[in-house]
């Protein structure tokens, strides 16, 4: 563990270890079993049942309450992603990755929403309408559900570049009530298909601007070595992604960026990357590496610099052996309950890695008594 976690979890002269989360123990395979029966029907029964829960979700009159946004980003798998840091197959598992996410939403109102591909909202939606049958909690009012729009590029594929749409359409978002679309380009000056992708997005971002849809832009930096796909870590080149995202589209409004945190570089810090552009700014997270304490003080020093918040996936769901909803409580708490000093707020934070873990585990298994 980081110094600051050891500091923040200790408890007289014994070391307080994290609470080692386990799917199973917080949903309940019946649940889970009634969500794939529910697969089952058939397709015009679930496409009305979908756009029902659509229309009768409570909805946000805004984006955002406060000026900020942390949402889950789950749409990894779609690219062919199966590691989650410590388990090579980890976002294999479906049952696995949904309780995750429900791990993280349900229980924290400063989560504001998720992002994902049709496949997960779904599953989302429909489960959600299961735990309603049971008398239990609508986890999806008042929060954003995002559709992610291209996946297609999938990982280590000859075709990685060429990211083309594979999800949802803007008049499908617009008809089942989904709040706003996800797009990503990564820009390499040395690649055809990285031109393709951007085009992807400009036609993709004008069909949602039709439609009045936000939309939030990934934009990344990225280069080629030995062969493979490599982030360029530098701030002057994601200074440049920056400013072709913003002229991307018939209209600026309502987009959003997505952006990648990258600490000083050559002078440069992430304050030029802020400065680059008038849109709200959210960090990622990255990869799953299971160290909370270095994500929750990268997205600190990001809201120090003016981001709005966090778009993040994988550092969240699968933070080791640590509780993702103690995980997702923190970075929440960093985004939305700012103190008088980020010092503080840091602290905080970090202290509820174990303060908030475990917590609420019988959520789904109590409705089943």
């Known amino acids: 563990m980081g110094s600051s976690i050891r500091n923040s979890t200790q408890k007289g002269d014994e070391m307080m270890e994290p609470i080692k989360f386990e799917v199973n123990r917080f949903l309940p395979a019946k649940l889970w079993s009634d969500l794939r029966t529910l697969r089952k029907q058939n397709k015009s029964y679930l496409k009305e049942l979908l756009k029902k829960e659509g229309d009768e979700r409570k909805r946000r009159g ?149 439609h009045n849809i936000p939309v939030f832009l990934e934009a990344m930096a990225i280069g080629s070595k030995e062969g493979k796909l490599e982030e360029k870590k530098d701030i002057k080149s994601l200074m440049q992604a920056v400013c072709i995202a913003n002229g991307l589209s018939t209209s600026s409004l309502g987009t959003w960026l997505k952006l990648p945190y990258i600490k000083e570089s050559n002078g440069l810090t992430y304050k030029d990357v802020i400065a680059a552009t008038s849109y709200p700014v959210l960090v990622l997270g990255g990869a799953a590496s299971g160290q909370p304490e270095e994500l929750i003080s990268n997205v600190n020093k990001a809201m120090e610099a003016g981001a709005s918040g966090g778009l993040i996936g994988r550092q969240i769901l699968f933070p080791g052996h640590y509780d993702p909803y103690a995980i997702g409580r923190a970075i929440s708490e960093v985004i939305h309950n700012q103190t008088t000093s980020r010092q503080t707020t840091m602290s905080q934070a970090m202290q509820m890695l174990i303060s908030e873990a475990g917590k609420d585990m019988d959520r789904f298994s109590k409705l089943l008594r």
């Open 62 to 210: 805004e984006l955002t309450k406060d000026g900020k946004l942390i949402i889950v980003a789950a749409d990894h798998p779609a690219r062919g992603i199966m590691s989650s840091g410590i388990d090579e197959l980890g976002m294999a598992n479906r049952m696995n990755y949904i309780g995750r996410i429900l791990r993280v939403i349900c229980g924290n109102s400063l989560v504001d929403g998720v992002m994902g591909t049709p496949d997960v909202l779904e599953d989302l939606i429909l489960f959600n309408y299961l735990t309603k049958q049971h008398n239990g909690e609508d986890f999806l009012s008042d929060r954003l559900l995002i559709g992610c729009m291209n996946r297609l590029g999938l990982k280590g594929a000859v075709f990685e570049m060429d990211d083309g749409l594979s999800a949802y359409i803007a008049p499908y978002v617009a008809e089942m009530g989904i709040d706003g679309v996800k797009l990503m380009f990564r820009f390499d000056p040395q690649s055809a298909d990285s031109r393709k992708t951007i085009e992807y997005c400009l036609l993709a971002m004008n069909d949602c601007h039709r």
